[in-house]
């Protein structure tokens, strides 16, 4: 099978990698002549520190480089079975590329999305043939990260899809089928791990650093919002959160943080720049002007009830809305965000009573709709049901 990729970032890098590990003939194309002579060097680097690690050997390390090629001009990528884009999150941009590849791809040639925020419904619409086009959304980094959100849109012939499902299968990724809406799975339920946070901080109920451990400690998270924002980079967080907001018609449950928003225009964007919520001089996270004064187990377990509550609040109404299957929301946050435990399993854990009573309490306290308990959570309090995996 041969893959095109189309972009030679960080992403568009590791796809390939991915494809050509696999036993792809993989064929990576730029515009920007440079970009693809450091994604060539990248994978060099890589494939050596794999030697080193005892992952692989020089036979298969030449394998795999054997299978890339990088060429200058999208015609080069005519013959590829799939054909995979990964650049800019800009849709006009996305469109003109799709139409430049229809021009000189086979019918039967599926055109795949890397995107993870613009809507595949909309990409495909520029195309003559909108029922070849497809996302498949790999997680950073690509050769490590297990996860592969697939989402058919509107026009995704059920061909198309089985096709993708069965390569990514092929690829050993684990692949999650998700409705074409704003943030598919992981980018959408995951929302309230940094907006819930934000919030707790806004309201001065408790510092970054105090947040963080409560969610790692307690939780179980590897890495806490505050660090993890930082981690993601405040450009790219706050942008994906603005996007999700916007889509879903500014939903409260998905409004962004002015205090992220002002570290993005100081250009305090958190790892890549030194600092963001944490300052990263002396390469350990050091929390900019906070003095711990919070830390107490009580109010810890109240932070991580909080946060967790509103995350599985997130996943319960993605079942609601037929996102995406139960299973297949669970394995998206642990597979995709390395989140401890299935956010369904977890609300099965604590207890449906337990999660309705907390959104009450916290609807009851703010008069928000943020806090809106899922109707399918009410509906199983009632029923006293669980959630089936």
């Known amino acids: 099978m041969t893959i095109g990729i189309i972009g030679s970032g960080t992403m568009g890098s590791g796809i390939a990698q991915v494809a050509a590990t696999a036993g792809c003939q993989v064929k990576v194309y730029d515009t920007n002549q440079e970009a693809l002579q450091k994604s060539e060097a990248k994978l060099e680097q890589v494939m050596l520190r794999l030697i080193e690690k005892g992952k692989i050997d020089t036979t298969e390390k030449d394998r795999i480089q054997s299978n890339i090629s990088y060429v200058n001009t999208i015609q080069e990528l005519a013959g590829a079975n799939l054909t995979i884009e990964a650049i800019i999150e800009n849709l006009e941009i996305k469109q003109k590329v799709f139409q430049e590849l229809e021009a000189c791809q086979n019918e039967d040639a599926i055109i795949a999305s890397n995107t ?30 297990p996860l592969v959100e697939i989402i058919p849109a509107v026009q995704t012939s059920e061909e198309v899809k089985n096709k993708v499902v069965q390569i990514i299968a092929d690829w050993k990724k684990v692949g999650v089928l998700a409705k074409d809406t704003p943030g598919f799975i992981v980018n959408r339920v995951a929302r309230p791990f940094y907006g ?116 599985i609040n997130e996943a319960a109404d993605a079942l609601f809305l037929n996102i995406a299957t139960a299973k297949d929301i669970d394995l998206a946050m642990t597979k995709g965000v390395n989140y401890p435990k299935g956010l369904l399993a977890w609300a099965n854990e604590k207890g449906i009573d337990w999660c309705v009573e907390k959104l009450d309490a916290l609807y009851n306290e703010y008069h928000e709709d943020r806090y809106r308990c899922s109707p399918l959570l009410r509906k199983m309090k009632l029923e006293k049901n669980q959630f089936q995996l």
């Open 196 to 311: 819930e946070a934000l919030r707790i901080y806004e309201e001065g109920k408790a510092d970054i650093s105090t947040i963080d451990n409560a969610l790692k400690d307690l939780g179980g998270f590897r890495m806490g919002p505050f660090q993890l924002m930082d981690f993601i980079g405040h450009d790219v967080n706050y942008t994906v959160t603005e996007t999700v907001f916007k889509e879903f018609y500014y939903d409260p449950r998905y409004k962004p943080s002015f205090t992220q928003k002002r570290l993005k225009e100081a250009g305090y964007l958190g790892r890549k720049t030194g600092k963001g919520f944490y300052d990263y001089k002396d390469g350990k996270p050091v929390a900019s002007s906070e003095v711990e004064k919070f830390s107490n187990s009580e109010l810890s377990q109240q932070i991580l009830d909080r946060v967790l509550v509103m995350l």
């Open 116 to 145: 993870s925020s613009l809507s595949i419904a909309s990409i495909a619409s520029a195309l003559k043939k909108p029922s070849r086009v497809i996302g498949i959304h790999f997680f950073n980094p690509a050769p490590l990260m």
